[in-house]
């Protein structure tokens, strides 16, 4: 089966890092517009957020698709969505704010959208680290997945740090919005059905 | 003091000659080349003839004619800043009407060449700060809006100026998701209007103004945040009461009537005291009145700035 080789992750680790080469790349060439650090704030949020949905989408296509094996990609993409929220993150401390701390304190007790844009980055720190193998032994599988479900927190806070920020187009953060919105559902609806057919199975002893 | 005499110039210092015909010949040739260029991109600028005025911003480097062509606001054509450049060539500028009423002795229905006229262009270069914290440095070319008020003689229940962009859907097919009230509308008081830094613009960088710069005419008012300067205008109303405004329509919260650029007035949601120069890598101070506090903050006398923003 094609998702299990090993070259698949390859494949897919080089893929989420196209983004990187894209803006790079332009950004080598003068391409990136009247305001460069603008376009990258811009690309590296939204990249986040893609990342967020890509990765929540994971387990509601596994399972609707069948394709259990799709779970080798999940922690991966996870990790992903974080390293663009660092990059997000990183243009703001340094090209736009160049680190005047006092004024970054100030942003983010002041300021709702900067608020939701930290709040969501908070979120995903203790998941990256806790995202090992070693990780979920240490912290036990329920507690771990429970500890998880705080991605879907992130994503939401990001939605909210987008749509907070815009002035008055608000298409692109309300079909974010609605991405993360429907993905929960389902998940909601999936684990429902899950824990009915589970149901009647006696506990096991571990 | 001993002058030195400078040495007489060597041969081999001397351009021979077939060098610098090539030079000449190859200069000869460079104002095609830009013209066609030009005649790619802006179908309809036209080069135009201005005075310098001694009320220019000399002291700033101005911004490149690719920045302040390129990044703009303009929501009937996009809300993302590159698709006004992308989008406005459907912008019919000629033929183009303003229509003058309300409170004036002489109603009139001007064509943009007689607004042209009203008195000799002038090029001023001005500071141009974005309420969203970018600002350039802009050679805008136009005539004071004094002049045209002047002519058509206000009544004294005159106490404001109501200005409207033109508002054509077939024209503007994206407007329907510009998320804004249209058609734009602005405005000010009239002492504001008054002020000579106060310019009906109609060109920029020694051409007429790019659609999506707001042509055929367009307000400046350098003291204030960039939407104060509305675009394609095509009525002028003077009016005894403060005018609504579009983007106090749309979020009276954070966008008020007089929006004069002020460090120390944050935007509910972002800081107001940096700005980017486009071009610029460090974020640098915004100034007060935009920097032309010297000429304009006596209209403001007495006025509470944070509570009239």
Not at chain 2, 73 to 93: I, S, V
Request: with cysteine; charged share 20%.
């Amino acid at each position: 089966m094609l998702l299990t080789r090993r070259w698949t992750k390859v494949v897919v680790f080089l893929l989420c890092l196209a983004p990187v080469a894209v803006v790079g790349w332009a950004g080598y060439n003068d391409k990136l517009g009247a305001n460069p650090i603008e376009y990258i704030t811009h690309a590296t949020g939204d990249w986040t957020l893609r990342f967020l949905c890509i990765t929540l989408a994971i387990t509601p296509l596994r399972k609707l698709l069948k394709l259990a094996d799709l779970i080798r990609f999940r922690r991966m993409l996870g990790l992903f969505a974080f390293f663009y929220g660092c990059l997000h993150l990183t243009t703001y401390v340094w090209l736009d704010k160049f680190f005047d701390w006092p004024e970054i304190v100030k942003d983010i007790a002041k300021r709702p959208f900067i608020t939701a844009g930290f709040t969501s980055w908070i979120l995903m720190l203790p998941l990256a680290v806790t995202s090992t193998t070693g990780w979920i032994r240490r912290i036990g599988g329920k507690r771990w997945r429970a500890l998880h479900r705080a991605v879907y927190f992130s994503a939401i806070a990001g939605v909210v740090h987008y749509y907070w920020l815009v002035k008055s187009d608000v298409r692109k953060p309300v079909m974010y919005g609605t991405i993360v919105g429907v993905l929960l559902l389902l998940r909601i609806a999936l684990s429902i059905k899950d824990s009915r057919k589970a149901a009647p199975r006696p506990a096991m002893i571990t | 003091m001993l002058i030195k005499r400078s040495p007489d110039i060597r041969s081999s210092e001397i351009t021979p000659k077939e060098i610098y015909l090539n030079r000449r010949r190859f200069l000869a040739g460079l104002p095609l080349v830009g013209a066609g260029l030009i005649s790619v991109s802006e179908a309809h600028a036209a080069k135009l003839v201005a005075a310098k005025s001694p009320l220019s911003t000399t002291s700033e480097k101005v911004s490149s004619f690719e920045d302040a062509t390129t990044y703009n606001n303009y929501y009937e054509f996009g809300t993302a800043k590159d698709q006004p450049a992308q989008n406005a060539h459907t912008l019919k500028t000629s033929p183009w009407q303003v229509s003058v009423e309300g409170e004036i002795a002489k109603p009139k229905v001007f064509d943009i060449d007689a607004i042209m006229k009203m008195a000799p262009l002038e090029e001023r270069i001005y500071r141009m700060r974005c309420v969203e914290g970018w600002s350039i440095v802009v050679p805008w070319i136009g005539l004071p809006l004094s002049a045209l008020i002047k002519q058509v003689e206000p009544t004294s229940k005159a106490k404001y100026i109501a200005f409207q962009s033109l508002y054509d859907r077939k024209q503007m097919p994206l407007s329907d998701r510009a998320g804004i009230p249209l058609p734009y509308v602005e405005g000010l008081r009239m002492d504001e209007a008054m002020h000579p830094l106060a310019i009906l613009c109609v060109g920029m960088y020694g051409e007429t103004l790019p659609n999506q710069n707001g042509a055929p005419v367009r307000l400046i008012v350098p003291w204030k945040y960039g939407f104060k300067g509305i675009k394609s205008i095509v009525k002028i109303r003077f009016v005894e009461k403060q005018p609504p405004i579009t983007w106090n329509i749309a979020i009276s919260r954070e966008y008020g009537f007089y929006s004069n650029v002020n460090p120390a007035v944050d935007h509910p949601r972002w800081s107001q005291a940096t700005e980017r120069r486009l071009g610029e890598f460090r974020k640098r101070d915004t100034l007060l009145f935009n920097g032309y506090g010297d000429q304009v903050a006596s209209l403001y006398a007495g006025m509470d700035l944070k509570k009239n923003y």
